[in-house]
C-alpha cells in the first residue's frame, strides 16, 4: 500500500501547504489545535476540493487538480470514523454494522460480520440500540461500521476526543488490534501525544498548515521540533522492546530494550511478547552521580547526546542509554547547576513509563 498526498488549499486566512507519504500502517496527523490535520484528513476524505494538490493510493489517482481529475467522496471507498460515533439512532447496534456493507463493493474482500464483532468486542451489543450505549461502546460500533464497508483506507479524526480517560483506555487495546489484526491503512488524527505514541507508527507534524517533521514515532516524539509544536509538557521518548521478565508476586514485568533493562508495573503480559514504551520527558530526572536510596524502579546510565533548548528556562537533554534515547525536561537552572554537556555521563530516573503491548 502507497498513499501519497499534497495538498495546497486556501481556507480564509488559514493556508493549508502539506504532504506526505505511507506505506501502511497507522499514519498520525499530530500538531496543536488549529494545526490544520482535520483540514488535510477532509481533503484526503474527499469533503473538501483543493486548489491545487494530488492524492494517489496504491497507483490511482484520486485527485490530481493539474489534470482535473477529482474523484468524489463516495467513490474512494474509504471508511470514517468522527469524534462522535454518528449511529443511527433507529437501528440496532447490528443495523448499525450492517449498513456499512451496503457500501462495499460486490467483489471487494469484506471482513467477515463476526470477525469484526469479535474484534471490537461487540457480541453482547448486538440487538442494542446506540441510545443504551456509552460513549465507548457507540465508538466501537461506529469502527466496526466503518470496517464491514471494505474501505481501502480508514480516516479516523480524533476518535477517542469525546471520550472520558476510563473510556479512552477502555477503546485503546481494540485500535491497537485493529492495527495489528487488519492490513487497512489508518490515518489517524490526534493532538494527544500518548495516544500517537501507542498506535502510530509514522507520525506527520503539522504546524501552520505545513509539515514540520515526518517519520518514525520514536524520532518525531522525541524531536525538538515537537516540543515547538504541541504542549511541550507531553514530549518524550517512545522506545521499543522485549518482555524478558514477568515477576508475578511483585506484578512487575521486565523490558528490554537496546542496551538496558526498564521495570515496568504490569502483569497481563508475557516473556517473548514486543512491547513500545512511552517515556514522558517531564518524568525523567538527571543526576550526575549514581543515586541511591531512590524508590524509582528505572535509573539508566548514559552519555549526555544533545541538549535543546527552550529559550523559557526550561532544556531537554537527550541521553544514549546503551544505543536508546531517553529524553529528560529539566529547568536550565538545573543543567546549569550540574554542568551538563554532551559526552558527560549522566543516570536518568524515570518515574512513570507507560507500556504498549504490540
Ligand atoms: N471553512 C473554513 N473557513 C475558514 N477557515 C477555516 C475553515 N476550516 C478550517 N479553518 C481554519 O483552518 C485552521 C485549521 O483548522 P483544522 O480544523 O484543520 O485544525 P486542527 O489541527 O484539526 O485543529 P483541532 O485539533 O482544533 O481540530 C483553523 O485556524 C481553522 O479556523
Known amino acids: ?45 474527499g469533503l473538501v476540493r483543493p486548489d491545487e494538490g494530488r492524492i494517489v493510493l496504491d497507483g490511482d489517482i484520486l485527485v490530481d487538480t493539474k489534470r482535473k481529475i477529482f474523484v468524489p467522496k463516495h467513490k474512494r471507498r474509504f471508511g470514517y470514523v468522527f469524534q462522535e460515533a454518528r449511529l443511527f439512532p433507529h437501528l440496532s447496534v447490528s443495523g448499525n454494522l450492517t449498513y456499512g456493507r451496503w457500501f462495499a463493493p460486490r467483489d471487494a474482500e469484506t471482513a467477515s460480520f463476526e470477525h469484526v464483532v469479535d474484534l471490537l468486542g461487540i457480541d453482547a451489543l448486538l440487538d442494542r440500540r446506540p441510545a443504551n450505549l456509552s460513549g465507548g461502546e457507540k465508538q466501537r460500533v461506529a469502527i466496526g461500521r466503518a470496517l464491514l464497508s471494505a474501505p481501502r483506507l480508514l480516516l479516523m479524526d480524533e476518535p477517542l476526543a469525546a471520550l472520558d480517560e476510563e473510556r479512552k483506555a477502555e477503546i485503546l487495546p481494540y485500535l491497537e488490534r485493529l492495527r495489528d489484526e487488519t492490513k487497512i491503512p489508518i490515518v489517524y488524527v490526534s493532538h494527544a501525544v500518548h495516544e500517537v505514541a501507542r498506535l502510530a507508527d509514522r507520525v506527520v507534524l503539522l504546524n501552520d498548515g505545513r509539515v514540520e517533521a515526518i517519520g518514525a514515532v520514536s524520532d ?116 546549569e547547576r550540574l554542568q551538563l554537556h554532551p559526552g558527560k555521563t549522566v543516570f536518568a530516573i524515570i518515574k512513570t513509563v507507560a507500556l504498549d503491548t504490540r
Open 220 to 335: 518525531v516524539l522525541s524531536s525538538p521540533l515537537l516540543t515547538a509544536a504541541v504542549d511541550r509538557r507531553e514530549a518524550g521518548s517512545v522506545l521499543m522492546g522485549t518482555i524478558v521478565a514477568v515477576d508475578r508476586p511483585h506484578r512487575i514485568a521486565t523490558v528490554r530494550l537496546n542496551g538496558r533493562d526498564l521495570h515496568v508495573p504490569n502483569t497481563d503480559i508475557d516473556a517473548g511478547q514486543a512491547v513500545r514504551v512511552h517515556i514522558p520527558a517531564r518524568d525523567v530526572m538527571l543526576a550526575t552521580g549514581k543515586p541511591e536510596g531512590l524508590s524509582a524502579l528505572n535509573i539508566l546510565q548514559g552519555t549526555i547526546a544533545k541538549i535543546a533548548s527552550d529559550g523559557e528556562g526550561m532544556i531537554t537533554v537527550e541521553v544514549d542509554c546503551g544505543g536508546d534515547a531517553v529524553h529528560a525536561r529539566i529547568t536550565a537552572l538545573s543543567g
Open 1 to 45: 500500500m502507497t498513499l501519497s498526498v499534497e495538498i495546497r488549499h486556501q481556507l480564509g486566512t488559514f493556508r493549508l501547504d502539506a504532504g506526505f507519504t505511507s506505506e501502511g500502517g497507522v499514519t498520525a496527523l499530530f500538531g496543536r489545535s488549529g494545526s490544520g490535520k482535520t483540514s488535510l484528513l477532509r481533503a484526503i476524505a
